[in-house]
T-cell receptor, first 113, second 116 residues
Framework: QKEVEQDPGPLSVPEGAIVSLNCTYSNSAFQYFMWYRQYSRKGPELLMY????GNKEDGRFTAQVDKSSKYISLFIRDSQPSDSATYLCAMSTLGGGADGLTFGKGTHLIIQP | DSGVTQTPKHLITATGQRVTLRCSPR?????VYWYQQSLDQGLQFLIQ???????AKGNILERFSAQQFPDLHSELNLSSLELGDSALYFC???????????????FGPGTRLTVL
């Protein structure tokens, strides 16, 4: 079993829909959780960064962390074709920069115009 | 644009050869990280340097090595290359790991390595 599991997709939804992306993990020591967006042939771009359990909102994006279930989610409201990309969840035990991040393999999201 | 730069963008070489990938972190960032991204393994952490010193090691092969120079740029050296080393190699940087809850990693555009 990998430390972080993420459905690779592809996930295809119509423009304007609410998108839900998820990751599960097995290491209960993870405390810092991130979502990165990666366009084809580009580097990952940080979208959201949360500590411990709870919700965090930034514009159309909401990140949720449920440590009791070892489950994290990213919601995208009013999805746009420009949101089409691969979304990677990432985790750390000691902090976003303390050591290397553990990534899920990414979910490929397609927003249909 | 994250502010992290990597050269070269593409590299094509043969098995058994040695290559060097270069990374310049964002201005003011003290930590540099190297990652390998392949289709089957995803994005995997290789090694971290902080202010010139090695700080953390991940799944880095013995054939691979890295260093961070006084001007904080970093190089990743890959030797005795094998077909399976073909991948995207990313560098990331962050301000200072001691900031813990607020320190985050920003990724460069990557170097695509093809071993023939």
């Amino acid at each position: 079993q990998k430390e972080v599991e993420q459905d690779p997709g592809p996930l295809s939804v119509p423009e304007g829909a609410i998108v839900s992306l998820n990751c599960t993990y097995s290491n209960s020591a993870f405390q810092y959780f991130m979502w990165y967006r990666q366009y084809s042939r580009k580097g990952p771009e940080l979208l959201m960064y949360t500590y411990s359990s709870g919700n965090k909102e930034d514009g159309r994006f909401t990140a949720q962390v449920d440590k009791s279930s070892k489950y994290i989610s990213l919601f995208i409201r009013d999805s746009q074709p420009s949101d089409s990309a691969t979304y990677l969840c990432a985790m750390s035990t000691l902090g976003g920069g303390a050591d290397g991040l553990t990534f899920g393999k990414g979910t490929h999201l397609i927003i249909q115009p | 644009d994250s502010g992290v730069t990597q050269t070269p963008k593409h590299l094509i070489t043969a098995t058994g050869q040695r290559v060097t990938l270069r990374c310049s972190p964002r201005s003011g960032d003290l930590s540099v990280y190297w990652y390998q991204q392949s289709l089957d393994q995803g994005l995997q952490f290789l090694i971290q340097y902080y202010n010139g010193e090695e700080r953390a090691k991940g799944n880095i092969l013995e054939r691979f090595s890295a260093q961070q120079f006084p001007d904080l740029h970093s190089e990743l050296n890959l030797s005795s290359l094998e077909l399976g080393d073909s991948a995207l190699y990313f560098c990331a940087s962050s301000v200072d790991w001691r900031l813990a809850a607020t320190d985050t990693q920003y990724f460069g555009p990557g170097t695509r390595l093809t071993v023939l």
